[in-house]
């Protein structure tokens, strides 16, 4: 087992589990069903896709139906599969389009569920994986090859504030773009 080896090098580090390609538009996981988890350094990394955006986002489409109902099957699915592993969890990938209000909705599930998150992906790079390959909508930039062309609208969605720690029981956390106001709520820790 992979874990084990780790373990005998790094006792301290997370060793983080990714599930099969399927999890991203929807289905389920069995990481912790047939055997639990014994190990208390965990994490459980996935990604989110609209199936609908997979196959329309190369060809320009945008806020395409029942992406938010997909984007929130995932998460509640990847929130079981942590609790199941006794593990932490990020949303590693999602996005690779310029669809902003498919962007939005993946990051309001995260937020709901408290996770954090990478968007997918920093420029094109020819990357030969993404859905948006023939249009270069994953990246940043309108042209990679100069970070003065920061897609500003895209921008506004993906860098936002966040808690670096909290001195008490996170509750709730949603970052509203268009007025770059974060809203965030915990349960303060008694002093001591």
């Known amino acids: 087992h992979i874990r084990e080896g780790i373990r005998e090098v790094d006792a301290d580090g997370i060793v983080w589990y990714e599930p099969f390609l399927t999890f991203d538009i929807g289905a389920d996981s069995g990481f ?24 329309a986002h190369s060809q320009g489409f945008e806020d395409l139906p ?16 942590r609790a199941r592993m006794n593990a932490t969890s990020l949303l590693s990938e999602f996005g690779a389009s310029d669809d902003l209000a498919d962007l939005r909705l993946a990051v309001a599930e995260a937020d709901r569920l408290l996770v954090g998150w990478h968007y997918w992906h920093y420029k094109n790079w020819r990357d030969p994986t993404t859905e948006s390959q023939t249009t270069a909508s994953q990246s940043l930039f309108t042209d990679d090859e100069d970070l003065s062309t920061l897609k500003l609208d895209k921008a506004r969605v993906l860098i936002r504030p966040y808690p670096q720690s909290t001195a008490g029981l996170p509750l709730a956390l949603s970052f509203d773009d268009a007025s770059s106001v974060m809203d965030y709520r915990y349960t303060p820790r008694l002093a001591g």
């Not at 912790?32 to 196959?55: E, K, M, R, W």
């Not at 029942?66 to 599969?81: K, M, P, S, T």
């Open 32 to 55: 912790g069903v047939t055997a639990p988890f014994d190990d208390p350094q965990l994490g459980f990394g996935y990604h989110s896709y609209c199936l609908p955006g997979v196959f």
């Open 66 to 81: 029942a992406c938010d109902v997909l984007h929130g099957i995932v998460a509640d699915n990847a929130e079981v599969v």
